[in-house]
């Protein structure tokens, strides 16, 4: 099945070769979930602050359960710092 990744400022290093911008489509095998595609990308954990599947925020509790879906857009974003 497919999904859409959607990385924000530094974290869009981590997103495969033929990305356009901010975004990529990947196959992904049946049943994999959010910690599965963030450790095939290779992304430190701790650089991830906020993760949105389809529009929908997911605890990071819940990475380990939470199931993509075919057509998902799997959207991340690194701590922010303001000033």
Same mark, same amino acid.
């Given at each position: 099945m &497919?999904? *859409? +990744?959607?990385?924000? *400022? $530094? +974290? !869009?290093d981590c997103l495969p !070769?033929?990305?356009e911008g901010n975004k990529a489509e /990947?196959? /992904?095998e049946d049943g994999a979930t959010i910690? #599965? /595609?963030i450790e095939r990308? #290779?992304?430190p954990q701790k650089m991830i602050n906020m %993760? $949105? %599947?389809s529009g929908t925020y997911v605890a990071p509790s819940d990475f380990t359960s939470?199931? +993509? &879906?075919d057509g998902d857009t799997l959207s991340m974003w690194p701590p922010l710092a303001g000033g």
């Open positions: &497919k999904i *859409t +990744l959607q990385f924000y *400022t $530094m +974290l !869009k !070769k033929g990305a /990947i196959e /992904i910690q #599965n /595609i990308q #290779n992304m %993760v $949105m %599947v939470h199931e +993509l &879906k």
